[in-house]
Structures are given as structure tokens and as C-alpha cells.
């Protein structure tokens, strides 16, 4: 009964230590002489952590959120919001989101931008809103330190997306890359593209990113889907008549990627743009491309018969060892260690057999 107890009381607790797991503190109570005031405000309600846009977190894989003021001694005030994402990839794509093209790139966290007072900057799977009461030369450093005591993830959780490294780097406009997971993102991004162009059931990746040209801007649009047949599939479906639309102009595939290019699509430069983006596969061969010797039969046959042949070895030398102690203690010892003749005698019973019978 006793068992039953302690059973049924550990099946119980088991859901509230998940759920204190999952609902750990993002923030630290203090870092770099700021010191946490009041209680932070904690919630895994996307409408709470973000009434503007709930669905948007939600596709980028929202988890949870905390916010928090902090002060300093001299009068300073800092608030910080951190939201928790499933992985770095979904990190990234609200990263990119909230980021804005008037922003200057800072070294905080694994990426960071800055307008004004306002801080955004994301380690991992945690982005991190910080807005200063006014801004000091050791602002950068201070968020820095802060970065480094946010939760890490775990190492599948914390690689990038891939897609930004197919991205040309002449004339882009800096911070005006937006990578995009779902259809609502898509809308409120105002990306030229419907989601039924996009077709979000094949889970594709989104990424658009503005550049700069001598004819006009330029928008490069990267599709990318799971293989190379849906991503022919979607070209074909863009390039139809029913899907055209007079934003999009400048279609091509590589690979599994569909790029398109809108603004000033009539110029070379936008051509020169769209075939700048290409595919190219990475081939990791991890089958052996010859027998290793483990494999080898005939080494493992030859590796039995050594083996074999070591035993035989070692029992020769033992017996050698101690037939030689015998013999020598037999030697100078005659008699009083081994063939004593109380250890030779035999017990006799003497059993006879008595007939019985009468005569």
C-alpha cells in the first residue's frame, strides 16, 4: 500500500516539475550593477506577450515571456523584456520581425541592432528587448554580460537557419532582411507575395531582404522548400497566368530555393540580383569506401588463432612455473610438503559380503 502511495505522489509531481522547468526565469536577479526591482511579470500567452502580433510569435515557435525593471544605485532605470522560442531558427525570424532597417548593427548576444535607447539582440533561443532610461558608453558591455547569463540551448536548438548565406552582399540595405515561417508573418511583413503563392503546406522558409540599385529599389524573395521537385512545382504555379501579379516580375529556381525579384525589375542590375543566388549541394559520404580490417574476415580468424595461440602461451608458462615450484620443494624438501603418506593412505572400509542362505 505503501508503494501505491509513494507511486501515485511521484506520477503527480512529475507534470509540476516539467512545468517549473519550462517556466524557469529567463533574466537574471542582477548583472553588471543593475539590480532586478519589484517581481517580473512572466506569461506564455502570445496575445500578452505581444497583443500587436500573437500569431506571429506563435509561428515562430513562441514559448514564453518575462519582463523586468532593473535600477541602479545612481537612479538608472532599464527595462527588459526576454521571450523564449522553441529553437534559434524561430529566434532569428522574430529577431528579424522586430528589427527595422533605421537600426545600427551591434556586437551583443549572436545578433543585435540598436535605435536610440532601444536594444534588441537574441542569444540562442531567447530575444531580449532592452530599453535604457538614457544610454552610457558602457550600455553594450552591460547587455553583453547580460547575454552571457541568459539560459543556453541545447545544441540542436541553437543552430541558425541556413537560408541567410545565399543572400548576394553588394548593395543590400543593412537590417532590411526579414525571415519569414508562416502565412502571418508573410501579411504583416508586407511581403509581395499572398501565402497561396507562397503555399505554406509545404513548411517552406522565407527570406526577403532589399537592395539598392541605380534604377530603383530591388527585393530579392527566397523560397525555400523541402526538395527540389516542390520547389519546380511552385515556379511552375508562379509563372502561371492565374498566380501573376505586376509586383513580380523576375522569377528563377536553384535547387530547392525559388528566388524572385521585385521593385525595379526592367534593370540589369535586378537580373544580375536574381541570378546571383545559387544552390549548391553539400554531399557528406558516410559509408566506407573500403573494408576496414574490423570488418575483415578473414583478420577476424587470424585475430582467433592469435588469441588462442596467447592463452596457450600463458598456461604453458603457469604450468611450467609451478611444476618447477614442485619439483624443486620435492627436491630439498623430500617428504614434508608434497607424497607425505598421510596424504597417500587410502581409507579402507573392509566390506565383506556374508551369505546368508542356509545350507
Request: with cysteine.
Amino acid at each position: 500500500m505503501r508503494r501505491t502511495v509513494i507511486a501515485v505522489l511521484f506520477c503527480l509531481s512529475v507534470p509540476g516539475l516539467v512545468f517549473a522547468a519550462d517556466t524557469a526565469s529567463l533574466l537574471p536577479k542582477s548583472f553588471a550593477g543593475w539590480t532586478e526591482s519589484g517581481k517580473a511579470r512572466t506569461t506564455t500567452d502570445a496575445a500578452q506577450a505581444d497583443a500587436a502580433y500573437p500569431a506571429v510569435l506563435k509561428e515562430y515557435g513562441f514559448v514564453s515571456s518575462e519582463t523586468a525593471t532593473y535600477t541602479r544605485e545612481d537612479g538608472r532605470k532599464l527595462t527588459v523584456k526576454a521571450a523564449k522560442f522553441n529553437d534559434a531558427t524561430g529566434t532569428y525570424g522574430a529577431f528579424t520581425f522586430y528589427r527595422q532597417p533605421a537600426m545600427k548593427t551591434e556586437r551583443i548576444g549572436t545578433k543585435a541592432a540598436s535605435a536610440n535607447q532601444r536594444i534588441l539582440f537574441f542569444r540562442d533561443n531567447v530575444l531580449v528587448d532592452a530599453n535604457f532610461d538614457r544610454l552610457t558608453e558602457m550600455s553594450a558591455a552591460e547587455l553583453r554580460e547580460l547575454a552571457a547569463l541568459l539560459p543556453a540551448a541545447k545544441v540542436s536548438a541553437a543552430n541558425l537557419p541556413t537560408l541567410p548565406e545565399y543572400l548576394p552582399k553588394n548593395d543590400v540595405v543593412e537590417n532590411s532582411a526579414k525571415y519569414i515561417l508562416g502565412p502571418q508573418a508573410l501579411v504583416a511583413a508586407k511581403v509581395p507575395l499572398t501565402p497561396e503563392q507562397v503555399d505554406f503546406s509545404h513548411d517552406p522558409e522565407i527570406l526577403v531582404q532589399d537592395y539598392s540599385s541605380k534604377s530603383g529599389p530591388l527585393t530579392l524573395i527566397l523560397l525555400q522548400y523541402p526538395t527540389p521537385q516542390i520547389a519546380g512545382e511552385r515556379l511552375r504555379a508562379l509563372q502561371s497566368p492565374q498566380q501573376s501579379s505586376p509586383n513580380m516580375l523576375l522569377i528563377r529556381r536553384s535547387g530547392p530555393l525559388v528566388d524572385v525579384v521585385t521593385g525595379a525589375t526592367s534593370s540589369d542590375e535586378a537580373q544580375r540580383l536574381l541570378t546571383s543566388v545559387n544552390y549548391e549541394a553539400e554531399v557528406t559520404w558516410n559509408e566506407a569506401t573500403s573494408m576496414s580490417k574490423r570488418d575483415n574476415i578473414g583478420n577476424l580468424i587470424l585475430g582467433i588463432f592469435a588469441l588462442i595461440g596467447i592463452i596457450l602461451l600463458i598456461s604453458f608458462i603457469f604450468g611450467v612455473f609451478f611444476g618447477g615450484i614442485r619439483l624443486l620443494v620435492k627436491r630439498f624438501f623430500p617428504g614434508r610438503v608434497f607424497d607425505r603418506p598421510e596424504d597417500i593412505e587410502f581409507i579402507q572400509l573392509h566390506l565383506r559380503r556374508e551369505n546368508t542362505s542356509s545350507k
